[in-house]
Nanobody, 124 residues
């Protein structure tokens, strides 16, 4: 069974940077699209970024476009989210997810395996 584990969260000041990682188990990591979602306190989980199985296609929410970069390394079964120019509104639990297709969907319905999440706190 595929499992995902996030790491790299922590506390950072506004304007700073963080790099989140998602490690996947199982031989089929590279066969599916992957994504990052986040849930801020008191809010529903929302889409952040997604990447196709090959890494050639990426999608971003408007709120992070130009500041965050998603990437993947299928040989290592890992996915990353480089977050720059962080703002307090980025504070959330960040989840990585594996899609059930190769297409980088932007909704939760496109993903069937989820990690436990990693906390990111951005102070003002």
């Amino acid at each position: 069974q595929v499992q995902l584990e996030e790491s790299g969260g922590g506390l950072v000041q506004a304007g700073g940077s963080l790099r989140l990682s998602c490690a996947g188990s199982g031989p089929t990591f590279g066969d599916y699209a992957m994504a990052w979602f986040r849930r801020a306190p008191g809010k529903e989980r929302e889409f952040v970024a997604s990447i196709s199985w090959s890494g050639d296609s990426t999608r971003y929410s408007d709120s992070v476009k130009g500041r965050f970069t998603i990437s993947r390394d299928n040989a290592k079964s890992t996915m990353s989210l480089h977050m720059n120019d962080l703002i307090p509104e980025d504070t959330a639990v960040y989840y990585c997810a594996r899609g059930w297709t190769t297409i980088p969907h932007t909704t939760e319905g496109g993903y069937d395996v989820w990690g436990q999440g990693t906390q990111v706190n951005v102070s003002s």
